[in-house]
């Protein structure tokens, strides 16, 4: 039968009288234009999926950053701040509540355990005459927050331990104590820190701690957190 529409084959003959394949009417492939179109929309969707993932992952680790930053700031600055209120307290008749006070360095003078023979003062400490108080030191060296406890035994103070560290990663963008008297004027410390009268007369002390993600990434802000609190001395006239 001859002629056809679509969907209709042909079954010819080439030149050399050899059968050709049949074909159907009308098909054809794509071009290479529509191939290289194709793959550009491919190539923009994935980099558009990709920006998003990137963006989104990017976020949470941040967030992630964030929160732990938060949690160790709020850690040491409790640590601190309950200790620092206990400032004078049932230390009998101890002359000097805060022995060294500067903006990077405080002493103060606390019974934080009550008398208990556990740590951070053993039982024959504690159980001496006039013994029992605590004197703690919170001082930063280089990037370090360091705590040490001496102990009262009723005549002498004694190293209980070597200092710890209590936090990590501290910038020393300004200084880590501030002081204040019942007037709420700063009291500044000198060279030496302040003198016997001042520390008699600080009512207040300021307490700042940033801290900084030791995770550094080239092209990438460097993740900080600052606490900030301010702790009255109720216990020191």
Known sequence: MIGGGAGDYRNSTDPSGRAMEPRAAGTAGYTML???VSLLIVTLLLAGLYSVLFQTQTSFEAQQIAMT???ESRIVMNGMTMELRMAGFDVGNLPEMITSASAGRLTFVADIDGGSPEPPCDAAIEN???GGAERLTYRLQGTDLLRSVDCWNGSAWSRDSV???VARNVLSNGPLFRYFDDADSELLPGRSGLTP???AAVH????????QDPTVIPG???ATFSARTRVTLRNID
């Open 204 to 211: 207040s002390i300021a307490i700042a701690v940033e801290l």
């Open 34 to 36: 529509e191939l290289l």
């Open 163 to 165: 200092e710890q560290p």
């Open 69 to 71: 930053l938060r949690q």
């Open 220 to 222: 990438k802000p460097v």
């Open 128 to 130: 001496a005459a006039a």
């Open 197 to 199: 009268a001042q520390r």
